[in-house]
Nanobody
């Protein structure tokens, strides 16, 4: 059974940077598109970014475009989210997730299209 483990969250001042990592167990990581979502207190889980199984295609929410970069290293079974110019409104629990379909990619799909989720990592941006 595939498991996803996020790391790299923490407390940072506005304007700072963090890099999140998501490491997957198993040998099928490279066959699946992956995504990052976040959930702030009292709000619904929202899409942040996604990446195709090869890493050739990426897509971002408008709120993070130009500030966040998603990438993956299939040799390491790891996906990353580089977050720059962080704002207080970026404060949330960040989750990585695996698309439920192998060798398939559709940009900006909702959380219902993901079937494996990590436990989440807290990102707090102070003003």
């Amino acid at each position: 059974q595939v498991q996803l483990v996020e790391s790299g969250g923490g407390l940072v001042q506005a304007g700072g940077s963090l890099r999140l990592s998501c490491t997957a167990s198993g040998r099928t990581f490279s066959s699946y598109a992956m995504g990052w979502f976040r959930q702030a207190p009292g709000k619904e889980r929202e899409f942040v970014a996604d990446i195709s199984w090869s890493g050739a295609r990426t897509n971002y929410a408008d709120s993070v475009k130009g500030r966040f970069t998603i990438s993956r290293d299939n040799a390491k079974n790891t996906m990353y989210l580089q977050m720059n110019s962080l704002k207080p409104e970026d404060t949330a629990i960040y989750y990585c997730a695996r698309n439920r379909l192998s060798l398939s990619y559709s940009a900006h799909v909702g959380p219902e299209m993901y079937d494996v989720w990590g436990q989440g990592t807290q990102v707090t941006v102070s003003s």
